[in-house]
């Protein structure tokens, strides 16, 4: 293995020290790594840290895109929960209808690889963070115990549910487990959607 090699999978493409965009300083380390993955294809890491102010930013790009896509996946039970891989770019929206959750991408977003379990408790935290808002508000209070407990019930693989994927750019991707393929559609994302 060489110098540049992290793994057999991935090799580093780029490194160095830029100007960070917030605090102006020479002090952005940069890294770019081409990764791979013999069951996603070829991706590229980036990853931005400033050492001075804390700055942080990740993203990938799928390099085997199919151009702008929607991507829907049927969770159906918890072997779909917690063996089912998501990489949602940054500029990609994510929600699910059944559940009842939008995560638009802004100018702060971040990619986000994760599994479908791994997204279902982030909503959790959110919703925890959402309650300390809405106190003395009991109609937010009872939408928020319906939203957990749905969430809940989705972590245990008893609530059927949905995930979309909106990626402008297409590079965007979910995995599923061996044999569920069929789960997963992607059709084309046309530019006024």
């Known amino acids: 293995m060489g110098s540049d090699d992290l793994s057999t999978h991935g090799r580093v493409l780029y ?16 890294v770019e790594i081409l990764y791979n993955d013999p069951a ?8 931005n840290q400033c050492d001075y102010c804390g700055f942080r930013r ?25 063996r089912t891989y998501i990489f949602r770019s940054r500029t990609a ?20 690889i994760t599994t479908v379990e791994g997204l279902l408790l982030r909503m959790l935290d959110v919703a925890e963070r959402m309650e300390v808002l809405n106190e003395g508000d009991e109609e937010g209070m009872r939408r928020l115990r319906e939203f957990k407990d749905r969430v809940r019930m989705a972590l245990q693989g008893n609530f059927r549910f949905r995930i979309i994927i909106e990626d402008p750019y297409g590079n965007s991707v979910i995995k ?18």
């Open 15 to 30: 490194t160095g020290v830029e100007k960070c965009p917030v605090c102006g300083r020479d002090s952005l380390r940069v």
């Open 58 to 82: 990740v993203d990938i790009q799928y390099l085997n895109s199919r151009g702008p896509s929607r991507i829907v996946y049927d969770v159906e039970d918890d072997v779909d929960v917690y």
């Open 93 to 112: 929206r994510i929600s699910s209808p059944e559940l009842g959750f939008d995560i638009d991408p802004g100018p702060d977003a971040e990619a986000m």
């Open 40 to 47: 996603f294809g070829d991706l590229i890491l980036y990853s």
């Open 176 to 193: 599923p487990p061996p044999g569920r393929d069929s789960h997963v559609h992607v059709e084309p994302l046309s530019p006024t959607q």
